[in-house]
């Protein structure tokens, strides 16, 4: 038996998300179509490193399946793969490595990226891949804001309702905000993150780029844990699954 780990990248726009359902375009499950193709007449459970939500997309997604196909080379699998996937879906690498190996249970940190147009009438081309904001911004709060989500916090205020993780405390290692002409980049890299998690973060900064709240309230609404105090939830759109890290 084989275990063979993938790197994906996806546009998430028209997939119900990563996680396979039953009568619903999803991820997962148009990989798993393929795979079965290539490898022959074979159950597959192609493993993430986490769901992604419904438009939201990813540069380097990490998952892996284990098959019982020993003639395909390891390095022909993006090959093989891409030629029977949606355009929008495209398997950027693939390595057989050893078989305690899991892409969720493995993780030690991810990164994610949103990507924010700050311009007056936003655009047409990349609508669907980043959230237009027109209004104008403080980033040098915004980038005061940030760096209180780093360290270990229980962020409880900062998940969607509906999320059934046991433990809200998550640690963030890394944050940064950057311009590029009339976006701003936002990266947070930790070791995990909530359902909406990232999407509420950002929610909150740009309440801070607004002047709603000061850089200087993120640690007692951190610590305040409740969902109201946080900003609102903004779009899937903008949302990117940089890497995951093992």
Known sequence: MRNIKLVIEYDGKGFNGWQK????????GEIEKAIQEITGDETIDLIASGRTDAGVHSLGQTA????????????KFPIALNSKLK?????????????????RYCVKSKT???????SENGTAL???????????????EMKKAIKYFEGEHDFKG???????????IRKIYNTNIREENNRIIIELTGNGFLYNMVRIIVGTLLDVGIGKIK????SHIIDAKDRKLAGKTVPPYGLYLLKVEY
């Open 21 to 28: 359902q039953p009568n619903k375009l999803n991820i997962q």
């Open 64 to 75: 892996n399946f284990k098959t019982e196909n020993d003639k395909i080379p390891v390095e």
């Open 87 to 103: 355009k929008s879906i495209i398997i950027k690498s693939a390595e057989e490595v050893e078989d305690r190996f899991h892409s």
């Open 112 to 118: 994610y990226r949103y990507i924010i147009n700050n």
């Open 126 to 140: 990349y609508r669907n891949l980043e959230y237009h904001f027109p209004q104008k911004l403080n980033t040098c």
């Open 158 to 168: 900062f998940k969607a309702s509906g999320s059934n993780n046991k433990s809200s």
């Open 215 to 218: 850089a200087e309230e993120i």
